[in-house]
């Protein structure tokens, strides 16, 4: 498979409802979409990045820009997704660009290959349970009538975002309202280690977990904060490797680990961080970006694999956008389907695809020298 080149596109897709979390709040989704051109077929990736630096150190901007002056021109002579990681391995970071070009390149084999996502990883199902993210709102009486409308709508486990000043008492509303729901929270680093015993008052509440209450960097922080509360910890932005899995799991801590591909680099390591967890016995479950249906269309795929034992963040298309670029994921029973046709199994509707779109560069891939010498 000889990779022609590459197409980074910027869209921007207004949500169905504000979404705000103790970063701030998103009213727009801007999405760097990639799409790789082999002579066989083309693969789609989605990066996960945000507008600004504030889940991680990435943004949209810079993933553009370092996949522009960098990482696409290191593509030159890869053949292959397992190729990727290795090629772009020299530049630092920037795990998100790299994820979405190492899934556009394994989309564009798949689906010349007539392999879908799922059989290339590993899935083992054919369809997936969801939760749903549940963002701070400006009062627990309107919390309450969001978690409602979740549940009416089949969704079967919730995730509150939290922070200093609206954890407890909201999470105390919800069940009490909602009773022996599947309730998590995630708090997205914004706590201490000072905060422990405030963090102990959530314990009555039987949680299946609190997401990251800590700085990414503090493991020892967490592995203290597990010896002092029983809520069961899961990590998120701490784990960025399969290594960073087994380190933190051998720290004791954390006792549930949240993937997300694009945090990690991709959906090959991903596997790897899966298959380091069940080797270990810690559940894990997929955790979601506010992606289109071409990023929802991976993450389910790699939700379909044995260790996920969770609901994860893989929402219907409707809870987020009135209108997917992609054919809509559609909640069933509280599950969402795992597609099945080649490579991801879906792919952009031209014409809404333009009407998102707000920019676009065509990035030509240079042969390597062994191209020009006539090697295959």
Known sequence: MKITGVELRTVEMPLVSPFRTSFGTETVRQALLVRVVTGEAEGWGECGAGTAPQYSS??????????TRFLVPALAGVRHAHQVAPALATFKGHRMAKAALETAVLDAGLRADGVSFGQALGAVKERV??????????SIPALLDVVGEYLDAGYLRIKLKIEPGWDIEPVRAVRERFGDILLQVDANTAYRRGDARHLAGLDPFGLLLIEQPLEE???????????????????DESIVSARAAADAIALGACQVVNIKPGRVGGYLEARRIHDVCAANGVP?????????????????ALAALPGFLLPGDTSASDRYYRTDITPPFRLEDGHLAVPDGPGLGVSPIPDLLEEVTVSGTWLPVQPDRQDNLGSS
């Open 129 to 138: 349970p969801c939760g749903v993210s549940v963002g701070i709102t400006e």
């Open 284 to 300: 894990v479950w997929c955790g979601g970006m506010l992606e289109t249906g071409l990023g929802r269309a991976a993450n389910l």
């Open 217 to 235: 960097d503090d493991l020892i922080g967490h592995a203290e904060l597990a010896r002092r509360i029983t809520t069961p910890i899961c990590l």
């Open 58 to 67: 990435e943004y949209t901007h810079a993933a553009a820009d370092v996949l």
